[in-house]
Nanobody
Framework: QVQLVESGGGLVQPGGSLRLSCAAS????????MGWYRQAPGKQRELVAR???????NYADSVKGRFTISRDNAKNTVYLQMNNLKPEDTAVYLC?????????????WGQGTQVTVSS
């Protein structure tokens, strides 16, 4: 059974920092692209950052220079370090694991963790 369990969300003031973690089980972690997405009320889910198995990374323009994604393959865990948080970063943050074997996608999601940036 595949499980992605996020943690580390919470309430933080503007300019503050949070570190999200996503612990994966039931998958060959190191072969998956791991991503963080977010969804704010009334908005579409959007990609925040992802890290591929070779450790290359992609970021949404809105978080470049503020957020850093990393992975620890020994712990089957992906992290999202979020600095200089802004109110517009408020959302549910979801962890995603994805890979494709031929034409068959393997796509898994966590339940999400709430991040609220407010004074």
């Amino acid at each position: 059974q595949v499980q992605l369990v996020e943690s580390g969300g919470g309430l933080v003031q503007p300019g503050g920092s949070l570190r999200l973690s996503c612990a994966a089980s039931g998958i060959g972690f190191r072969s998956y692209t791991m991503g963080w997405y977010r969804q704010a009320p009334g908005k579409q889910r959007e990609l925040v950052a992802r890290i591929i198995s070779d450790d290359s990374t992609n970021y949404a323009d809105s978080v470049k220079g503020r957020f850093t994604i990393s992975r620890d393959n020994a712990k089957n865990t992906v992290y999202l370090q979020m600095n200089n948080l802004k109110p517009e970063d408020t959302a549910v943050y979801l962890c995603n694991a994805y890979k494709k074997l031929g034409s068959i996608p393997f796509d898994y999601w966590g339940q999400g963790t709430q991040v609220t940036v407010s004074s």
